[in-house]
């Protein structure tokens, strides 16, 4: 109703079930999908992983009653441009049409902590990546044996080396 009531908007299917709202997509290649998170078939996620794979020429929107940070950051790892909760739909699903039609990204005001979050995570994991792109080929050889559990003993063996070299090895790489 709220998408009828918009004389900009044309509304060109709905679905009762993620396995239908996945054939519609396919076949009326809408400019925009509004999808449930919690379809029954195929959920709003299923449907993203689906479209991310095709590549599919349509945006989605997920609507969802859920303001959990989990499902929030797996669509939009996946592409996902809009982002509703159900508590504001009424109030903000044209503008969410809009914006993500336009080529932009809508997610409810309410999850902006999960945005800032998000983002903290990022940077955090962006400064990880830095501090390993300094790490020698051998030490960056040396922290993955670590990783699997390794002794120093163990990975000189596999690395013909002394477990000295090891040792000064591993001190570097904790620098």
Do not use: F
Not at 77 to 105: F, M, P, S, W
């Amino acid at each position: 109703d709220i998408i009828a009531g918009d004389s900009s908007l044309r509304l060109v299917g709905e679905a009762v079930d993620g396995e239908q709202a996945w054939r519609l997509i396919q076949e009326l290649h809408p400019t925009v999908a509004v999808l449930d998170i919690h379809m029954p078939k195929r959920s709003g996620i299923q449907l993203g992983q689906l479209w991310s794979q095709q590549r599919l020429r349509v945006e989605l929107i997920i609507l969802t009653m859920d303001a959990e940070e989990a499902l929030l950051n797996e669509a939009l790892n996946l592409g996902v441009k809009g982002y509703l909760l159900k508590e504001t739909a009424v109030t903000n699903l044209l503008q969410a049409i809009h914006r993500v039609a336009g080529g932009d990204c809508y997610i409810s005001p309410a999850l902006s902590g999960a945005l800032v979050h998000r983002n903290a995570a990022r940077e955090a994991l962006q400064e990880q990546k830095l501090g390993l792109a300094l790490l020698t080929p051998t030490e960056r050889q040396i922290l993955k044996l670590i990783a699997e559990d390794r002794t120093s003993k163990e990975i000189a063996g596999l690395l013909q080396s002394s477990v000295r070299t090891v040792e000064t090895h591993r001190q570097n790489i904790s620098h």
